[in-house]
């Protein structure tokens, strides 16, 4: 008989993990933040309130500052609890719409738990010629079309002749 060896994996669970409901955004697109938060210890913790920072977001705008946001939840989650919050963004539409880390910050009644670069948001970068290239494309294919007409058109005629209809009628004179 061989002995079996079993090892034990102590793998934690962070408390704070998060994700987006796509992995792509484009500029002023609206996306969810999902951020869940597991209670790890023995007793019910209650989340009083969240911060979002965003990271790249972050500027000083019309005498307001922007790029991150605070929710209170006030929720209990009991020992060996998730809870899942789900947090609504946007993604600028000016020079700040660039792919950027998300910090998160959950207030309990027990204290600050902080996640940094808990995770990343993805913002594709247009081509500012992308329209430009659109239109060119389209208004070479509808040439491709007119000039397929034309030559078809000039093939078909000089390969069927029309029936003369003007008779030359010959006078004898008497």
């Known amino acids: 008989m061989m002995p079996i060896l079993f090892a034990v994996a102590n793998a ?4 704070i993990t998060a994700w987006t409901n796509k992995q792509v955004y484009v500029p002023g697109e609206r ?10 210890g023995a007793s019910t913790v209650e989340i009083k309130n969240i911060t979002v920072t965003y990271k790249s977001w972050q500027a000083y705008i019309d005498g307001n500052w922007v790029g991150n946001q605070t929710f209170s939840v006030n929720e209990n989650v009991t020992s060996g609890s998730v809870t899942t919050l789900a947090i609504p963004f946007t993604v600028p539409g000016d020079g700040r719409a660039q792919t950027t880390k998300v910090d998160i910050a959950i207030r309990t009644n027990l204290g600050l738990e902080t996640k940094v670069n808990a995770t990343t948001i993805n913002v594709s970068e247009k081509s500012p010629y992308m329209e430009q ?8 294919a509808i040439l491709l079309i ?8 000039t093939i078909f005629l000089s390969i069927h002749k029309a029936p003369s209809t003007i008779k030359i009628e010959e006078r004898q004179s008497e």
């Open 12 to 15: 934690s669970i962070e408390p």
């Open 31 to 40: 996306g969810t933040l999902y951020v869940n938060f597991y209670n790890d």
């Open 133 to 140: 290239l659109v239109t060119l494309f389209t208004i070479q």
């Open 146 to 153: 007119v000039c397929t007409i034309v030559i078809s058109a």
